[in-house]
């Protein structure tokens, strides 16, 4: 395996639950695990933090081997340079947010030191709360001292267990754009645990799907999300990511995206344009995507683009969920969801040329 990847083999029985996995994950960005409750989610955390000295398992980060049950070597949790945020952030009420930080940060033995302790202060916008005590804090602020503080551990990695279900809608707005942030500024991998779609999008490089304690698929996010034979492409909630650039624009309040296969047009949400290169996230619901075997004329619709199907699934009762190429090979995937009545009057085929109408559009990272 590379020296950078993460490694988290594991067989764990525990009354009518049974874990059997065997992932091998990038070393640096995030990773969501992704399944409904009692898939195996936290397990796999815990696992990995050493917390499951049961499980049969091999843990090995970055090149160092932190458990092997074979060889009988099992590094204990204090031991494994690992920074660990649950729901809850769980800081200490009686010290300042400076001295929750430093607490862990001067139990580091220097020579594991990777960062000052005030490494996230700016990274997650909490240098005003220095001196305040946790009761003094917001849930949002809370959350995001709490991941400070597992970063000035300087751990190898960062484990996340669903840090966002404690808090209310509005907060997770506080929340969120911080999370992002982590996304590029960390060089080490980052597990996340959700059983939020939205946050999976936002956030999410790779993405593991879990089911009963074993893996249902792997990969990154994208792809994934738009596979067919995938639960994630059915439902209310299938969608598309699409990766694009943020692309100068000459129409007054519409920002133009710049994707693989082609470009997508946004009403604009904010007075101020994004900035011109940035690189962003769309989602693309299927249920917003009609088709067409002729350029549509004098349409309401702006975000229209030719594509290619490729695949055609059942999709509830009387629906066909169609699998679209725009653009050149591999080009983006796209998804639609019409009825079967509709797809048999097109003559809708894997091959067939159609024109993609996008009704809507939402910018997610």
Excluded at 24 to 42: A, D, E, I
């Amino acid at each position: 395996m590379s020296p950078t990847e993460l490694r988290l083999q594991a067989r764990l029985d525990r009354g009518d639950f049974s874990l059997d996995i065997d992932l091998r994950l990038p070393g640096q960005g995030v990773t969501v695990l992704f399944g409904p409750s009692g898939s195996g989610k936290t397990t796999c955390l815990r696992v990995l933090a050493g917390l499951e000295p049961k499980a049969q398992a091999r843990v090995e980060v970055g090149g160092e081997v932190w458990q092997d049950s074979a060889q009988r070597r099992f590094l204990p949790t204090h031991r494994r340079p690992l920074g660990y945020v649950f729901q809850e952030a769980s800081l200490f009420d009686h010290l300042t947010v400076q001295a929750n930080l430093r607490y862990g940060f001067d139990r580091t033995p220097a020579t594991q030191r990777r960062h000052a302790w005030d490494h996230g202060l700016a990274l997650l916008g909490i240098e005003h709360l220095l001196q305040r005590r946790p009761h003094e804090l917001s849930g949002g602020e809370r959350q995001r001292v709490a991941i400070a503080r597992a970063l000035a551990n300087s751990p190898r990695v960062l484990l996340m267990d669903e840090p966002l279900a404690a808090l209310d809608a509005t907060r997770k707005g506080d929340i969120l754009p911080w999370l992002e942030q982590l996304h590029e500024a960390l060089d080490i991998p980052v597990l996340y645990v959700t059983h939020s779609l939205d946050e999976a999008l936002r956030l999410g490089d790779q993405l593991v799907l879990l089911q009963a304690g074993r893996v249902q698929a792997q990969g990154p996010v994208a792809e994934l999300l738009a596979r067919s034979d995938l639960p994630l492409a059915h439902g209310d909630g299938a969608s598309a990511l699409v990766a694009a650039e943020v692309a100068a624009s000459d129409e007054p309040g519409m920002d133009r995206l710049r994707f693989e296969g082609g470009a997508l047009w946004l009403p604009r949400a904010r007075q101020e344009p994004p900035a011109v290169g940035r690189r962003v996230r769309v989602r693309v619901q299927a249920r917003d995507v009609t088709l067409s075997l002729v350029p549509p004329e004098q349409s309401s619709v702006v975000n229209v683009l030719p594509a290619t199907v490729t695949d055609l699934s059942p999709d509830g009762p009387a629906q066909v969920l169609v699998g679209l190429q725009v653009g050149e090979a591999p080009g983006t995937r796209l998804l639609s969801r019409i009825t079967q009545a509709s797809a048999a009057r097109l003559g809708i085929r894997p091959g067939r040329a159609v024109w993609a109408q996008i009704k809507g559009v939402a910018m997610v990272r």
